[in-house]
């Protein structure tokens, strides 16, 4: 579990990291809180491989690429549009969307527009709630992850929806960001 102190530095790293984008805005990665079972962590991330991403394949959860020193384009979010409630990758000109507001929706890659499905945010506690229905929450599927096809050790894989927000801090639906050099 984490411990309170550790989520309350990484909620103000949050913070000031979003704070921070105001004045310029950043490509910053989404990264769970819970390693499961990927020491790199797992990102927001498009099926696919990096620029060859398949933007129309939806969103996953993938061991994040920052551990290679940059952020990757096919989990590069820009830091402005999340301040605003929308989810951009600038490098596909696509917004995060749920399929639905309803729990187990998968998050699909669509043109950024002013709709209800594409408006998230972020909770001071850590989750990022679906706009038009905030009992639900980002969540990276339990269970046990898919190899990828690349990496060494190879990177892992699991499936990203919405789900009921848990009362408790469960770690799969806890978030943060950051921004490399």
Sequence with gaps: MIQKANMKKLLLTTLFV?????ANAAIVEIY???????QRGFCIDIRGHKSKAKIDSGLQAHTCYSYQGSIAVDQG????KMDKGQFY???FDVCM???S???QAPLLLRKCQDKKLQMFKWGNNGRIYLVSNEKLCLTVAQGKSRQGGGGSPKHLIRNL?????DNTEIPSQMWSVRSMP
Excluded: I, W
């Design 18 to 22: 979003l704070f921070n984008a105001q």
């Design 32 to 38: 769970s809180l819970d390693l499961m079972d990927d």
């Design 77 to 80: 979010f820009d830091s402005l």
């Design 89 to 91: 990758l600038p490098a």
């Design 97 to 99: 969307e749920a399929t």
């Design 101 to 103: 507001n309803t729990a």
């Design 161 to 165: 929806l919405l789900e009921l927000c």
